[in-house]
């Protein structure tokens, strides 16, 4: 708040905009992602995908700090992705369709992981506006 | 845990955002926080309670006190 009353943005508010922005933007480009792994896709789109997915990765790596509950959502978000990736590596030990599977298969699992990631982040913040 | 931070804010006819601006935080902290959903950390619990110039346990209840 400024001395002649007017609301000044926080970085706070700022910082938050942004980590939530960069939810969206990875949440619709990981969406792009599988839908080049169940079906086929130009290559640029699916290299655009990716490279979104990295930035906008980055920008929540970079804002998750600047408001508490920025934070608490990216804990959130990062206990899910561990979860799924353990859960993908113990498929990947113990499951007999797995063996089969070849190396671009293997995307699957650092999709998985953000996709996880990303869901988590979003049924925290749609049950903490209830 | 249980607060009444949503009935300070409306004493002061403040929006949430006005408050999370006071308080520099996000809108969407102070939601959270209103809606029990988040626990403050200590030196936002402490920001909070210089803001209303009220003891912390006035604000914020645990449910352990008898």
């Given at each position: 708040m400024t001395r002649d009353g007017t609301m000044q943005i926080s970085k706070s508010k700022s910082g938050a905009d942004n980590f939530f922005i960069s939810h969206l933007t990875a949440s619709a480009a990981v969406i792009i992602l599988w839908?080049?792994?169940?079906?086929t896709l130009p290559s640029f789109v699916a290299g655009l995908a990716a490279g979104l997915v990295l930035a906008s990765s980055a920008l929540m790596f970079l804002f998750r700090t600047k408001d508490e509950y920025t934070l608490a959502t990216w804990h959130a978000g990062t206990s899910a992705a561990f979860a799924a990736s353990v859960l993908f590596l113990l498929a990947d030990a113990f499951t007999p369709a797995f063996e089969n599977l070849s190396a671009a298969d293997f995307r699957l699992g650092p999709l998985a992981a953000m996709t996880a990631y990303l869901m988590a982040v979003l049924i925290k913040r749609l049950r903490d506006r209830a | 845990m249980k607060n009444r931070l949503k009935v300070l804010r409306a004493e002061r006819d403040w929006s949430q955002a006005e408050l999370a601006g006071r308080l520099d935080v996000s809108r969407q902290a102070v939601n959270?926080?209103?809606?029990?959903?988040h626990d403050p950390s200590l030196p936002l619990a402490f920001r909070i309670s210089r803001l209303f110039d009220m003891p912390i346990e006035d604000i914020f209840d645990d449910g352990a006190r008898p």
């Open positions: 839908t080049g792994y169940l079906n | 959270a926080i209103e809606t029990g959903k």
